[in-house]
């Protein structure tokens, strides 16, 4: 698995969107999103797997946020809409080889992109 680097987060008001990138992802990885709060521990927010399915959210985000890929351009993406304050965290994708939600089973983490949500 090469170097994962995330993007495209920012503050953004409630009720607004934000899709993430995540480059480098490995076409036979699944890939994961995960998000960590000031004060708190790493959290899942969604897998994919490397053929784009099957897919699994965390309830906190069920209905709010989709992951898909790309896979012709190693890219992972979260669509992030109706944001509340709750979701702002450092968002961070990673691989695993198998899907998973637990955060040890998963490879190197990067260096994440801050998604803020005003209220």
């Known amino acids: 698995q090469a170097q994962l680097i995330e993007s495209g987060g920012g503050l953004v008001q409630a009720g607004g969107s934000l899709r993430l990138s995540c480059v480098g992802a490995?076409?036979?990885?699944?890939m994961g999103w995960f998000r960590r709060a000031p004060g708190k521990e790493r959290e899942f927010v969604a897998v994919i797997a490397w053929s784009g399915s099957p897919t699994v959210y965390a309830d906190s985000v069920k209905g709010r946020f989709t992951i898909s890929r790309d896979n012709a351009k190693s890219t992972v993406y979260l669509q992030m809409n109706d944001l509340k304050p709750e979701d702002t965290a450092v968002y961070y994708c990673?691989?695993?080889?198998?899907?998973?939600?637990?955060?040890?089973?998963?490879?190197?983490w990067g260096q994440g992109t801050q998604v803020t949500v005003a209220s």
């Open positions: 990673n691989a695993v080889l198998s899907v998973s939600e637990n955060p040890e089973n998963y490879l190197s």
């Open positions: 490995s076409n036979t990885y699944n």
